[in-house]
């Protein structure tokens, strides 16, 4: 059985057992192995970092949007209380097939180009991003778009269209 630690070095005081887990850790042995791992499997390796990498950028660049994520029950809220809008940025066909009663259709691309006339001038309008699922990026495109262009209320429906099916709630086919 493989033992992680010398039960004869152990205490129990932690500042000598987070020392011997970080010098166990950064050893020269272990740091030898990682050296001779990393030699041999260079190729997955650098597969790794550029996918935690990746990861990372992907999370940081969320983060730094201050896109508010906003429920079904939340949007339906803002619609009815402070003139929302429900902006479906998914394609014609799959908006033609059901949408929020209510929404406008506009495309991710007329959005960027600030092709914006159907969701009005009023910036201060809070403007709900509809998306196929929570994993759309063109809703939280467009989002951005859409603040960088002076929009203040921009929201992203949290799991998109497939969410408002979950809850139950009204698809329009007009």
């Known amino acids: 059985m493989l033992e992680f630690y010398d039960r004869n070095r152990l205490d129990l005081n932690s500042s000598s057992l987070e020392r011997y887990v970080v010098e166990g850790l950064f050893s ?3 740091m030898a192995e990682f050296s001779a791992f990393f030699g041999r499997h260079y190729f997955m390796c650098m ?3 550029f996918a935690l990498a990746g990861l990372i950028f992907v999370q940081l660049r969320m983060v730094t949007a201050r896109i508010k994520k906003v429920t079904s ?7 009815n209380h402070e003139n929302g809008l429900y902006v479906d940025v998914r394609s ?6 059901g949408h929020i009663a209510g929404s406008e259709n ?4 007329d959005i960027k180009a600030g092709k914006v006339q159907r969701i009005g001038a009023d910036l201060n ?3 709900i991003m509809v998306g196929r699922d929570k994993y759309d990026s063109d809703a939280f495109n ?3 778009a859409l603040k960088k262009q002076g929009y203040t209320k921009v929201f992203s429906l949290e799991g998109g269209i497939a969410q408002w099916q979950i ?3 009204p698809l329009s086919i007009k």
């Not at 029950?73 to 619609?79: D, L, P």
């Not at 506009?106 to 691309?109: G, I, L, R, Y």
């Open 106 to 109: 506009v495309s991710a691309t």
């Open 167 to 169: 809850d139950n709630l």
């Open 125 to 127: 309008r809070p403007l």
């Open 28 to 30: 020269a042995e272990n």
């Open 73 to 79: 029950a939340g949007a339906t809220f803002m619609v």
């Open 142 to 144: 467009s989002a951005r």
């Open 92 to 97: 014609a066909d799959a908006f033609g097939k």
């Open 47 to 49: 597969i790794w970092v």
